[in-house]
Nanobody, 122 residues
């Protein structure tokens, strides 16, 4: 329904910062809740952060609260994930997702990006 392309992943030292971007296609971007999930080796995909269509409401997994910030720029059809104080356990493939119902938890995400690798060293 919507095409999503992530970028910004890479290698970063523990304690450092990284910003992920997700560019979306379509003309209804502002009506979708957007969010980020991640999948570490040997683990299931898990919710990281979500944001409402207008950006007025956000939701975070407990393990990233105070460290990660999700935001969006509807004029650019882009959602961001600013990550700071990164830990080795944050190493994972990060996926962007869109949900037409607008839930900030993205319980019914219908569109997914291809993923971008984030590796936190030491």
């Amino acid at each position: 329904q919507v095409q999503l392309v992530e970028s910004g992943g890479g290698l970063v030292q523990a304690g450092g910062s990284l910003r992920l971007s997700c560019a979306a296609s379509g003309r209804r971007f502002s009506t979708y809740a957007m969010g980020w999930f991640r999948q570490a080796p040997g683990k299931e995909r898990e919710f990281v952060a979500g944001i409402s269509g207008s950006g007025s409401s956000t939701s975070y997994a407990d393990y990233v609260k105070g460290r990660f910030t999700i935001s969006r720029d509807n004029a650019k059809n882009t959602v961001y994930l600013q990550m700071s104080s990164l830990k080795a356990e944050d190493t994972a493939v990060y996926y962007c997702a869109a949900e037409v119902y607008g839930s900030t938890r993205l319980r019914n995400a219908a569109s997914w990006g291809q993923g971008t690798q984030v590796t936190v060293s030491s």
